[in-house]
């Protein structure tokens, strides 16, 4: 199975073969603000798995060891990549072809969401990041 998104303009692509390892919603200040939302929905895959199919996005260290990746034509967010998050490439997942088909099955960072957005659903919330979330959810192996 090959599963594949772009940006606005559609010139940068990208393709991952295989299964996500996970899916989530992040409620953290610097995802918000990197989309300017009040709630980002990103997808986690294997790095071994991914590769960027159209132009090549531009970078941006938004801090020491994450990597935001972004259209350099239309300025849609795409991507993210951190040291701490070794081998993976978590991926915005407004970006996929078919967003609709997006489940998340957890909040992150959940006790920074801003208290006039909120969603009512049954997943699991956790205070902090993948990192903190128990079995260190941020294994792509």
Known sequence: MTTKGHCL???????????????????????????AAPVVAWLGV???NFQWTGDVPKTYASSPGVFR?????????????????????????????EPSKFKPSFHLNYESQLPWFALHDDLTKYDGT??????????YK
């Open 69 to 97: 990746h972004f259209c350099n034509t239309c300025g849609t967010p795409m991507a993210l990549e951190a040291d701490h998050y070794e081998d993976g490439m978590n991926l915005y997942a407004a970006t996929l072809e």
């Open 46 to 48: 294997p790095l071994k």
């Open 9 to 35: 303009c559609k010139k940068t692509t990208w393709e991952y073969a295989g299964e996500q390892t996970w899916a989530c919603y992040c409620h953290c200040d610097a995802c918000r603000r990197n989309c």
């Open 130 to 139: 993948l990192l903190e979330a128990p079995n260190d959810l941020s294994d």
